[in-house]
C-alpha cells in the first residue's frame, strides 16, 4: 500500500460513513471513504430498497458524490464492514471503480477489528472494461 495515504484516516471516514447505511433488509451496514487525487476524501454508504434491484452499494454512493463535486481521478479506495470478514467490493461496484481508477490503484477492506486488506483494481478486476474499448470501438 501507498506510504503517501493516510490509510488510517480513510478507515475512520469508512467506519463513520457505515453509521448511516440504510440496511434494514441485509442488515449489513457498509461505508466506504475515497481519496480523490485532489486530497479530499468523500465518503458513501449502503441504501438499501425493498425493491432489491434499487439498492445501491456503498462504493457507488461515495464515487457518485466524489463526481457530483467535480472530482475524475482518484487515488484509493476503503471499504469498512463491521464483521470479521474482510469484504472486498462486488462485482458492479469493482466495474465503476474501474471507470475512475488505474488499474495499480490501491483498494483496501477493514474491519472493527483494525483489520486491512489491499488489493490493486488490476487483481480485483482483471482486464476490467474501461472506456478505451469505447474509443478503439469508435475509429472503425
Given at each position: 500500500m501507498s506510504a503517501s495515504i493516510d490509510w488510517a484516516a480513510l478507515q475512520q471516514h469508512a467506519k463513520t460513513a457505515s453509521l448511516q447505511a440504510y440496511a434494514p433488509y441485509s442488515r449489513f451496514p457498509v461505508g466506504v471513504a475515497i481519496l480523490a487525487a485532489s486530497g479530499q476524501i468523500y465518503t458513501g454508504c449502503n441504501v438499501e430498497n425493498a425493491s432489491y434491484g434499487g439498492t445501491t452499494c456503498a462504493e457507488r454512493n461515495a464515487i457518485a458524490a466524489a463526481v457530483v463535486a467535480g472530482e475524475r481521478q482518484f487515488q484509493a479506495l476503503v471499504v469498512y464492514t463491521p464483521q470479521e470478514k474482510l469484504t472486498p467490493p462486488?462485482?458492479?461496484?469493482?466495474q465503476v471503480i474501474a471507470e475512475f481508477f488505474t488499474p495499480e490503484s490501491p483498494i483496501a477492506?477493514?474491519?472493527?477489528?483494525?483489520?486491512?486488506?489491499?488489493?490493486?483494481?488490476q487483481e480485483l478486476l482483471p482486464d476490467a472494461f474501461t472506456p478505451m474499448y469505447l474509443q478503439a470501438s469508435q475509429k472503425v
Amino acid at each position: 500500500m501507498s506510504a503517501s495515504i493516510d490509510w488510517a484516516a480513510l478507515q475512520q471516514h469508512a467506519k463513520t460513513a457505515s453509521l448511516q447505511a440504510y440496511a434494514p433488509y441485509s442488515r449489513f451496514p457498509v461505508g466506504v471513504a475515497i481519496l480523490a487525487a485532489s486530497g479530499q476524501i468523500y465518503t458513501g454508504c449502503n441504501v438499501e430498497n425493498a425493491s432489491y434491484g434499487g439498492t445501491t452499494c456503498a462504493e457507488r454512493n461515495a464515487i457518485a458524490a466524489a463526481v457530483v463535486a467535480g472530482e475524475r481521478q482518484f487515488q484509493a479506495l476503503v471499504v469498512y464492514t463491521p464483521q470479521e470478514k474482510l469484504t472486498p467490493p462486488c462485482g458492479i461496484c469493482r466495474q465503476v471503480i474501474a471507470e475512475f481508477f488505474t488499474p495499480e490503484s490501491p483498494i483496501a477492506s477493514c474491519n472493527h477489528l483494525e483489520q486491512l486488506q489491499s488489493w490493486t483494481l488490476q487483481e480485483l478486476l482483471p482486464d476490467a472494461f474501461t472506456p478505451m474499448y469505447l474509443q478503439a470501438s469508435q475509429k472503425v
